[in-house]
C-alpha cells in the first residue's frame, strides 16, 4: 500500500509522490520564543516527529527543518519587562536565546528529534529584503511610508489554501490606524521602525520583517523553490500559510506541493489561556507523568483533529502505559531474536497498513497493544516473545515511544512500582491458599484481582501477571 496524505491545499488524500526517489523535505512553522511552552507546542512537535519517524522508518531520506521566530511583538514586550532599561537588539536577542533554550529542553525530555536545519528569522534579514526587492520587481509588492505590502490582488487563487474567496476576506477586512496599505487585504513584509523597537537596515529605510515573509524564505534557501511537505498547526491556515504561498508564487516560486495540518488542543474544551488559570507547561506535565504517557494521550487522537486535555484523560493514558512499562519490566532479560514470525509479522503488517493511511497514530496504537496482549498471552514461548519484544521496540520507536526522558522525578514509577508490590502479596497468598488446598479462597483472589483489572497466568514457572 502506498502512504496517502491529506493536503490540506486540494482538501483530499493523495498519494505521497516526492520530487526525488527516497528523499522527502519537510518545513514546520516553529514557535515564537517568548515564554516556556506549553503542551500545545508538544503537541505540534509531536505530530510532525511521528511523520518524520514514519518515513524515516519507510528508508526516506529526510531533511526536516523547523523555523524559529525570534523576533516578534510578543518577544519584544517581553524584553521590555524582563530586560528593562537594556538596549533593546540585545534585550530581544536574550529573551529570545533564553526561552529557545527552554524548549530545547523540554523537546529533548519529551523524546522528540532535533530539526536537521532550525533558521532564525533573525539570520535571515538579508535575505528577506533581497525577496522582498524581487516582489517588488516582479510588480506584486509595493513600498509606502517605509512598510513593503504584499498586493493580494495580485496574487493567483489568493485564498485557495483556506479555500476563501475575496467576498469571504472582504467581509473581515478592515485598514487599521498608521497602516500605509492601499487595500485592507494587503499584508506587511517590512515594517518600518518604531521607537523603542529593535530595527534593521534595508532600502526602504530601518524596520523589520513581517511575520509571513520569514517561512517562504528560509524554506526556499533550505529546501529549493519547489519541496515537498509543509507543516504546522491548523490555525497557520490563514493567514500565515496563504500569505507564504502568495508570497512564493508572487516571485516565481512553485513552492511546497503537500500540506500537513495538526489539530489543535484545548483544555476541558476551553481554549487554553493563562487568563483563564488553565495554561499547562510541558514542565507542568513531566513533573507528574513520564514523558510517554503524553504521547500516549496524542497518538489517541488523528494527528488532524483537536485533542482536548484533561487530568482524567492523563490517568487514563497512564495507566495504557503501565501496561506497556510492566510488560518491558518483565521481559527485561528477553533477547530480541531476530528471526521471523507470521503471527507477529502480521501485526506489522497491520501497522504499517494504518500508518500509510494518512499517519493513523490512533489505529496504530492499537496494534501496539495488540502486540502487548499477544507478548502477555505467550509469555513462555521465549524464542516467539523475543522476537515480538523486538516488533514492539521497532513500532514503538515509530511513535516515538520508549524514548523520552528517564527522569520521572519524584514520582518516577512509584505507583507501577506499589502495583507490583500489591499484586505480589496476592499472587504470595493465592499460592499459599492453593498449597493448603483452598481453592475457594484461591479462587476468591484471582477474582479480585480480575475485579481490578489484573489477570493472573499460571506457568510452569509460576503465576505471572498482566493488566487487561
Not at 490563514?238 to 500537513?260: D, M, T, V
Not at 476468591?444 to 499460571?458: A, N, Q, S, Y
Amino acid at each position: 500500500m502506498s502512504l496517502k496524505i491529506y493536503n490540506t491545499l486540494t482538501r483530499k488524500k493523495e498519494e505521497f509522490k516526492p520530487l526525488k526517489e527516497g528523499n522527502v523535505g519537510i518545513y514546520v512553522c516553529g514557535p515564537t520564543v517568548y515564554d516556556a511552552p506549553h503542551i500545545g507546542h508538544a503537541r505540534s512537535a509531536y505530530a510532525f516527529d511521528v511523520i518524520r519517524r514514519y518515513f524515516i522508518y519507510k528508508n526516506y531520506k529526510v531533511k526536516f527543518v523547523r523555523n524559529i521566530t525570534d523576533v516578534d511583538d510578543k518577544i519584544i514586550n517581553k524584553a521590555k519587562e524582563e530586560f528593562k532599561g537594556e538596549d533593546l537588539n540585545i534585550a530581544v536577542k536574550n529573551v529570545s536565546d533564553k526561552y529557545l533554550k527552554v524548549y530545547h529542553d523540554y523537546i529533548e525530555k519529551l523524546g522528540i528529534m532535533q530539526p536537521d536545519k532550525e533558521p532564525k528569522a533573525t539570520e535571515y534579514i538579508e535575505k528577506m529584503g533581497n525577496f522582498i526587492k524581487i516582489l517588488i520587481q516582479r510588480g506584486v509588492a509595493y513600498a509606502s511610508s517605509g512598510d513593503v505590502y504584499f498586493n493580494v490582488r495580485k496574487a493567483n487563487d489568493y485564498g485557495k489554501l483556506s479555500n476563501q474567496s475575496f467576498e469571504m476576506l472582504e467581509s473581515g477586512a478592515r485598514l487599521i490606524q498608521g497602516e500605509n496599505k492601499i487595500d485592507p487585504l494587503d499584508f506587511a513584509l517590512w515594517k518600518s521602525v518604531k521607537s523603542d523597537e529593535p530595527s534593521w537596515p534595508s532600502p526602504w529605510g530601518n524596520g523589520r520583517p513581517g511575520w509571513h515573509i520569514e517561512c517562504s524564505v528560509m524554506s526556499s534557501d533550505i529546501l529549493g523553490d519547489e519541496f515537498d511537505i509543509h507543516g504546522g498547526g491548523i490555525d497557520l491556515v490563514f493567514p500565515h500559510h496563504e500569505n507564504e504561498i502568495a508570497q512564493s508564487e508572487g516571485a516565481g516560486k512553485k513552492f511546497a506541493r503537500y500540506w500537513i495540518h495538526n489539530g489543535l488542543l484545548t483544555i476541558n474544551k476551553e481554549k487554553m489561556a493563562k487568563s483563564l488559570g488553565n495554561f499547562i507547561t510541558i514542565e507542568d506535565i513531566l513533573t507528574k507523568y513520564p514523558a510517554d504517557v503524553l504521547k500516549i494521550l496524542f497518538l489517541q487522537t488523528h494527528y488532524s483533529h483537536p485533542v482536548d486535555f484533561s487530568w482524567d484523560k492523563m490517568e487514563e493514558a497512564k495507566r495504557a502505559y503501565e501496561r506497556i512499562d510492566i510488560l518491558m519490566k518483565k521481559l527485561k532479560d528477553t533477547k530480541e531474536e531476530i528471526n521471523s514470525d507470521k503471527d507477529i509479522d502480521e501485526y506489522r503488517l497491520k501497522f504499517e497498513e494504518v500508518m500509510d493511511d494518512d499517519f493513523n497514530t490512533a489505529q496504530a496504537l492499537g496494534i501496539i497493544f495488540e502486540i502487548v496482549t499477544f507478548i502477555n498471552k505467550n509469555i513462555e514461548n521465549k524464542k516467539q516473545t523475543g522476537y515480538a519484544k523486538k516488533t514492539l521496540i521497532d513500532l514503538g520507536k515509530v511513535l516515538g515511544l520508549f524514548e523520552g526522558s528517564t527522569r520521572h522525578y519524584s514520582m518516577e514509577f512509584s505507583e507501577t512500582i506499589a502495583l507490583t508490590e500489591s499484586v505480589n502479596l496476592f499472587i504470595k497468598n493465592r499460592n499459599k491458599a492453593r498449597e493448603k488446598k483452598d481453592f475457594k479462597e484461591a479462587d476468591r483472589i484471582r477474582k479480585e484481582l480480575e475485579e481490578k483489572g489484573i489477570i493472573l497466568e499460571d506457568t510452569k514457572n509460576g503465576t505471572t501477571w498482566r493488566i487487561k
